[in-house]
Every structure is written in C-alpha cells, then in structure tokens.
C-alpha cells in the first residue's frame, strides 16, 4: 500500500528561524512528489518535484527529491509569521489518477 | 475569476438524515476529487472522478455517494450510513494530463448535532 509519513507533525519557531519539513515515501512507480501549503482552508500548490537532486526554489522557500532514500524535504528561511500554515506532502504513481497525502505538518511562527 | 467553489462553508448532520456538499467548478477541468481532513490525519480521497457520467471509489468511499452528471459540478452526499461524518471536506479538480496538480475548494465543514 501507498504511503506518505511526514515529520514532524508539529513545529513552532519563532520569526526569522530557518525550518525543515520533512516528507517520506513509499509508492510503487513513484512519479511524482508534491507540496501544498493549508492556511485556512483550501490547499495551496507550492512544488512538485520528479527528479532527484534538482532543487525547486520560490523566494523564501525550496524544496528537493531524493529518489533513492525516497524523500523530500521543505525549507523555509527567514520564517514570518504569514508563514503558518499545515504544510502537505503528497506522492503519486506512474499509473493512478490520485494523490497520497501525508498527514500534514503544522507550522507555527511566533513574532 | 476561474476556480472552485464549495458550499455551504459550514453544515449540521441530523441523525438518520443525508446530507449533500456542493462543489462547482469553471476551470474546465476534467477531474475532479472529494477528500476528507480529519485533524492529524492528513487527506484521505473518497471519491474521483475523470470524466462526466464515471467516478471510482477512493480510499474511504463507505458511506458517501457522488454523481457527475455535468463537468463543471461534482457533488458529494453523506450519508447515513457514514457514522463519524464531522470532518473537513475538500472538492479539487485538475486536468487530465497533469493531475498531480490540485485545485481545492475553501472546504465545507460537516458536523453532527
């Protein structure tokens, strides 16, 4: 069976610290590794991510595969407190039409 | 504005009483996905569905029904026969050819009285 483990379930910094999520998979031809962002309700898409070792970036925010220990990893630098949010990975493979998410990280910046 | 929408943004469940989740969306997308949001739980697919008049169950499909009698409209029945329905539910669509890419409603939350 699918499965996405993501760590830890729960984070608080304060603003300015440099966090790290993590996210590991086990899919059966594994295609892809997502990331969302959950602010208040709806899930917002941050990265996907297919190949290994190329890091995807968006400002403060990067994210990288590795295939062969099969997990990814979400950074966030110089954290503010807009920053708060659950954060989802989620995998797919090669032949399903859907998604397995993790349980979610929930990410807390005090000012 | 393209997107999805959701409603109602809250909703009360009687005992014994169905309940149906709207879900609409204008993106033109083919696919289109019911999930449910349990707090530390992450988000588990009820159902999907790729093209109008056919879905296919997911992973928790007992006790809820779906029908996709148009593109743009997906929406999700509880029923009474689903016993712990107080959970967040989320409608996303996609395109076919890339449907690793979701698309979320704002989410309706069901509770039971």
Request: aromatic share 10%; hydrophobic share 35%.
């Amino acid at each position: 069976e699918d499965k996405v483990v993501q760590s830890p379930l729960s984070l608080v910094v304060h603003e300015g610290d440099t966090v790290t999520l993590n996210c590991s998979y086990e899919v059966t031809n594994f295609r892809s590794l997502l990331w969302y962002k959950q602010e208040k309700k709806a899930p917002t898409f941050l990265f996907m991510l297919t190949s290994s070792g190329i890091e995807k970036k968006s400002g403060r925010l990067s994210s990288i595969l590795d295939k062969k220990e099969l997990f990814s990893i979400l950074n966030i630098t110089a954290t503010q407190t807009g920053d708060s949010a659950i954060y989802l990975c989620a995998a797919k493979n090669q032949g399903a039409q859907k998604l397995v998410f993790g349980q979610g990280t929930r990410l807390t910046i005090n000012p | 504005d393209g997107g999805i929408t959701q409603s109602p943004k809250y909703l009360f469940r009687k005992e014994g009483q169905n309940v149906t989740l709207s879900c609409e969306q204008n993106l033109n997308h083919d696919a289109m996905y019911w999930y449910r949001q349990d707090p530390g739980q992450g988000l588990r697919l009820i159902y999907y569905s790729q093209i109008v008049n056919d879905f296919q169950k997911g992973d928790i499909a007992e006790g809820y029904s779906v029908s996709r009698e148009k593109k743009e409209s997906f929406p999700l029945t509880v029923t009474s026969a689903q016993k712990n329905p107080t959970a967040f539910y989320l409608c996303a669509s996609s395109t076919q050819g890339a449907n690793e890419k979701l698309f979320f409603g704002s989410g309706t939350q069901l509770s039971v009285l």
